[in-house]
Every structure is written in C-alpha cells, then in structure tokens.
C-alpha cells in the first residue's frame, strides 16, 4: 500500500492521531507540522509513502565506507 486515505481524529500535545479510512482500527500518531497548514479534526488527507532507491543505496554505501575506514584504523 503506497498511498491511502486518513482521517485526522484529533490533534494531542502537538502530534496529530490519524486513523486509516480503510481500517479505522488502525491509527498513526504524527508530529501536527507534517500536515497541511490549517489541517483539523475530521479533515481527510492523502498520505504517499514512496521508497527512495538512490538514497538508500547511498546511506548503504556511506555505511560501508565508514565501516572500512573503522576497520583500516583498527589494523593500523
């Protein structure tokens, strides 16, 4: 599921409740400024998760590397 509906049940000390349209049972607390300006209760958004291929091979290689480096500084 990359993209679904949510309805912003309510809003707690700066983090809103989202609950899944399609399973209300389901909910997801989130810091309030990741929505939209002016969001309110009962407001249904448009949530879009996408995985980011390119950056997710670069914090592997970035990882990598820094292993590497540990490991040269240990046989050194």
């Known amino acids: ?3 679904f509906k949510v309805t912003l049940d309510r809003i707690e000390e700066g983090n809103a409740v989202l609950l899944i349209r399609d399973d209300e049972s389901i909910k997801i607390d989130i810091p309030l400024f990741l929505l939209p300006a002016c969001s309110k209760e009962g407001d249904v958004l448009d949530i879009t998760i996408t995985k980011d291929v390119q950056e997710t091979e670069n914090a592997k290689e970035r990882v990598s590397n820094l292993l590497e480096k540990l490991k040269n ?4």
Not at 73 to 76: A, E, F, S, T, Y
């Open 1 to 3: 599921m990359e993209n």
């Open 73 to 76: 500084k240990n046989r050194g």
